[in-house]
């Protein structure tokens, strides 16, 4: 795999012009080894626009649902809008209105919908992280539709976060048929025991499937087939998928964020990384995860007081309700090293593993405690997390991987490290780099 990657990224220009039937701008940013050419001005219009869009489906919605007697349907309408309004702001509030019209249509629905209400309750519910919440509707929902795959993957996703992957993965043979869903968790189990190459070889073969069929599925599926490529080193393979979710939609955030990420990954351009952040974060209502992106860049740069500040936005940001819940490992992971947040993020470490008792948040405490000097406690957990280590990220390999050579168990460590070295591009060149200086120590 070369270190650089050349790739034209000629579908945004292809985006520019089919999204905003205008001619592209002379507004790039350029350097050796990449180009990437976007008008802001045209994007931001784009984005406008389709938030205007949805906001006229509300107004129309909500004058239905004045005038009928069955309002838990223009109910389930309305709550739609306010998801795919989310989609482009990133502002939580817009998910708990979904879900109050979702909980009330459930209410006052025959029967015969209750099923298909609990489902998109379960659904609405594991956007926000509430994962108790979205299994409990994910099995209200089989009472009324017994034999739904929607209905027992949904269960899937939720006790994934709850109980881990051997409790999750016995809801998936009871499917009788393998929809796009259902494949699309098959990978992901594949992916978290380690075989990335049979994943890969799924999520592939149907991510062309559900482009003609299922437009929506194959956005989750090259979403997911694009994170896997990062971890595998295959930038140039991360791109065309990105690409592939832009010719469905054209101002899709993930895919634009990600394109961002290889930017800084892969090439190390720093500008072009940060101009598209840049743009994303300023057409957002609330763009956390931009926040914690450009202060990883800062980091790297070693721009000390960018950095404190980028920190500080981004914790005060997520300091409460649902995007506390949604970014919980990211608030643990930039505040453990900072005294000001530490009690705060080690109280939310324990209260996560508390609740839910599986590899990565044992593993996030361990590193809490291991920062505070408290060595016991973080080799007692990262101990428990080595008797199944699915689905840990390359920087949660990186971090048990520190505590067990600073603990001089070497043999633990050069394991657990050389790991995290295979998943570098998606670490980043900051973690990257101190990753080398562990590695480097190795016997």
């Given at each position: 795999m070369k270190n650089y990657i050349r790739v034209s990224y000629g579908i945004i220009m292809l985006w520019m012009c089919v999204?905003?039937?205008?001619?592209?701008?002379?507004n790039m940013l350029v350097?050796?080894?990449?180009?990437l050419p976007y008008s802001t001005s045209d994007a931001a219009l784009a984005i406008r626009e389709a938030v205007q869009a949805i906001d006229r489906d509300i107004t129309f919605w909500e004058e239905k649902l004045e005038r009928t007697n069955q309002g838990y349907l223009f109910l389930k309408k309305l709550s739609i809008c306010y998801q795919r309004k989310y989609e482009y702001t990133g502002n939580p509030d817009y998910l708990?209105?979904?879900?109050?019209l979702l909980l009330k249509a459930h209410q006052e629905a025959p029967v015969t919908i209750k099923g298909e209400l609990c489902q998109a309750i379960s659904r609405n519910a594991l956007r926000m992280h509430k994962f108790e919440m979205a299994k409990r509707y994910a099995e209200e929902s089989l009472n009324y539709l017994p034999n739904s795959v929607q209905s027992q993957l949904l269960s899937f996703d939720a006790l994934l976060q709850l109980k881990g992957l051997a409790v999750a993965e016995q809801q998936l043979p009871n499917v009788k048929y393998q929809s796009i869903g259902t494949v699309l968790r098959l990978a992901r189990v594949k992916q978290m025991k380690g075989e990335e190459q049979e994943a890969m070889a799924l999520l592939e073969q149907i991510g062309q499937k559900a482009q003609k069929l299922h437009p929506e599925l194959a956005v989750s599926t090259w979403v997911e087939?694009?994170?896997l490529y990062i971890r595998m080193g295959m930038g140039e393979k991360a791109v065309k998928a990105y690409e592939s979710i832009l010719k469905i939609d054209p101002i899709n955030y993930t895919a634009l964020k990600g394109l961002a990420w290889v930017a800084y990954a892969y090439d190390k351009n720093i500008e072009t990384a940060k101009g598209l952040l840049r743009f994303l974060q300023q057409n957002r209502e609330t763009s956390p995860d931009i926040l914690w992106m450009l202060a990883d860049i800062a980091a790297y740069q070693e721009k000390?007081?960018?950095?404190?500040?980028?920190?500080r936005r981004f914790m005060e940001v997520t300091s409460t309700g649902v995007l506390r819940d949604i970014y919980l490992t990211k608030v643990v992971e930039l505040g453990v090293d900072h005294p000001e947040y530490f009690p705060m993020v080690l109280a939310m470490a324990e209260a996560d593993q508390a609740w839910r008792p599986i590899s990565s948040t044992k593993e996030l405490l361990a590193w809490c405690?291991?920062?505070s000097g408290n060595d016991y406690e973080a080799l007692r957990l990262a101990d428990e997390v080595m008797q199944d280590p699915t689905g840990l990220s390359p920087l949660a390999l990186y971090r048990l991987g520190v505590?067990?050579?600073?603990?001089?168990?070497?043999?633990?460590?050069?394991?657990?490290l050389e790991k995290a070295q295979e998943g570098r591009f998606y670490l980043g060149p900051r973690w990257t780099e101190e990753l080398q200086v562990y590695m480097a120590k190795l016997p």
């Open positions: 999204a905003c039937s205008q001619k592209p701008s002379d350097n050796s080894t990449l180009v708990l209105n979904a879900e109050e087939l694009a994170e000390t007081e960018l950095y404190q500040e980028l920190l405690h291991h920062r505590i067990y050579q600073d603990l001089e168990e070497s043999d633990k460590s050069s394991q657990l």
